[in-house]
């Protein structure tokens, strides 16, 4: 009877989906190596920021307005909108491993995730992307000037989003840690340096 329970938790556990979480501050190169990860381990890229700003774009979400706020304030978005969010893509889609980017960023984004969706998925680890603070300015400035759309583009906002990315989400890189399940990256390297160093970790998944 154990070997059947042995063999039923087995199938349990590779018939759920794989998550990675990709977390680092604004202008890190998130979703620069995410697209790369899709592209050659076939991942399915889901960012949590373009979730919501996606959401906003609807002109009959009820979300729109109060999430619009948070990005111009860069301050985080409730848990239960974004879970939502990212469970609703989850499920439209026939893949079974994401890149969930961008989240968690805070530990009330942790329990939501914990208490909708995280005994769904197999967590495989955290891929940090840690880069400096003026090298992520300077990118997301130099984004902001190219045309990237995003309102919080901007020096003020990027300030601000920092300051929530310290305060908020190194706490959750850390906690994941202790866990050993963060992979630290040093993103104020060139794309392909990191890029390199990212496709070891992925190569055996």
Known sequence: MSF????????????????????????????????????????????????????????????GELI??????????????????IQNAMESSSANRFLIDGFPRNKNNMIGWDTTIGDKVNLLFVLFLDCPEDICIERCIKRGAAGSGRTDDNLESLKKRIVTFVNDSMPIIEYFNKKNLVKRIEAGKSVEDVWSEIIELFKDI
Request: aromatic share 8%; with cysteine.
């Open 68 to 85: 619009n706020t948070h990005i111009k304030n860069g301050t985080i978005v409730p848990v239960e909108i974004t879970c939502k969010l």
């Open 4 to 63: 059947f329970r042995s063999v039923y938790r087995r199938f349990i556990t590779m018939s759920k989906s794989q998550v990675v979480f990709v977390l680092g501050g604004p202008g890190a190169g998130k979703g620069t190596q995410c697209s790369n990860i899709v592209s050659k381990f076939g991942f399915v890229h889901l960012s949590a920021g373009d979730l919501l700003r996606a959401e906003c774009s609807k002109p009959d979400s009820m979300y």
